[in-house]
């Protein structure tokens, strides 16, 4: 017998005429799919993300069902249907580019331990166990994400006072906060995601564990940290997201050298170039443009190259072998927190290599930066770091000009012009005569 820890509370049914939810906002490949099931003598319901995102009258990203059918008879129902997952078994109907994912309601039967039973086979007993609705609702993690619309008389089910959490904006964990933090530690940067993304609140029980057990993310997936850096900061809360996790003391568990850095730059000119970084991604987004994740994570870990590079060549290190050796060190040790793929480390590596070159004037010099696959990026990059530090200005005007016609700027800006600039380095000699961009920021 599964066990539960959370006990449920009583079951509420909120009925259609006490909720918001109009099946003319439903995805009509979701209803599709809810209509069939229960046509079929199945229990069916929109869940998740996509019932709480209806209740607050935001569009969701997708929609999920929840039945009682196994994924071999969802199959049998559906001809564009494939069976996924080994562990979580799922059932995916597929619709061109819209794929509704059917699952069956599961129980958890961890016993919050953190333990995760694996039984022959490698498969991890407690994603197997197939449940009843009201166990499918306790194993969720908050009780806004735990609502069930029910295609049978499109009611919202509510096992665990999520309803009544939804409409205070509050996101609060099922069950014990300690406990489910641990039985998975993602959890907590899904409290700051959520938070940030609905703006809700996280209820104070499920806040305050959380600085005390941001270590324990030492310990999940890095694949999986990776995926959830993308939600936290390419769906259009980035900065919100950011500020999330530095209020809740999870920054140095996901980037540690980059806290250690923010925390070390008193003037706090690296804090605004990050936050500058992210308000543009959000822009970006809110404007249906191209954000990419080597950008993205040229911003988040600035602060860590820019403090790494500042020690190697306060070890006599010149420039350019300093420029290489930091980007390498620092991708090398955040790839032990979040695995960035190489596609993305590399051109973000491109990105703080070609800051150097801005400040290189000679026509040669200026053409080949021009011409490099990584300018456009690169020169984005220096326009934020105009939030760092004025001394960027000069650079910003000199690129903005050369990419018109290089001859000109060329000409009308002199290439050694030193501007002053602030930040966290102490003023150093300069054996050459060009300036290094780490100082700034
Ligand atoms: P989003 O709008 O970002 O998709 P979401 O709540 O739908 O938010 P998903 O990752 O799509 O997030 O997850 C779908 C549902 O699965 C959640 O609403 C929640 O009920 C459940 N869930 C997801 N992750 C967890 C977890 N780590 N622990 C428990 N339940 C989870
Ligand atoms: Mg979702």
Redesign the pocket.
Known sequence: MPTQDPSPSALRIIPRDQHPISRRAISPNALRVLYRLHESGYRACL???AV??LLIGLAP??F?VATDATPEQVKQLFRNCRLIGRRFRLAHVVFGREIIEVATFRANVDDGSGDRQVVDGGMVLRDNVYGTIEDDAV???FTA??LYYDISDFSVRDYVGGFEDVSNRVLRLIGDPEARYRE?P??ML?AVR?SA?LGFDIEPGTAAPLPELAPLLAEAAPARLFEECL?MFLAGHAVASFEGLDRHGLLPALFPETAAALAANRSGALRRMLVEGLRSTDQRVARDEPVSPAFLFAVLLWPAYCRTLIGLQAQGLHAPEAERRAADRVTLHQLERVALPRRFSLPMQEIWLMQGRFSQRQRKRVTRTLSHPRFRAAFDFLVLRRAASPAHEEDIAFWQEAQQDPDAAIASHPADVAAAEEGMAPRRRRRRRRRSHAAGE
Do not use: Q, T
């Open positions: 869940v998740g993300g709480r995102d990203k997708d999920d194993r969720r993690d994400n735990a998975d993602v959890r899904r959520l993304k939600k």
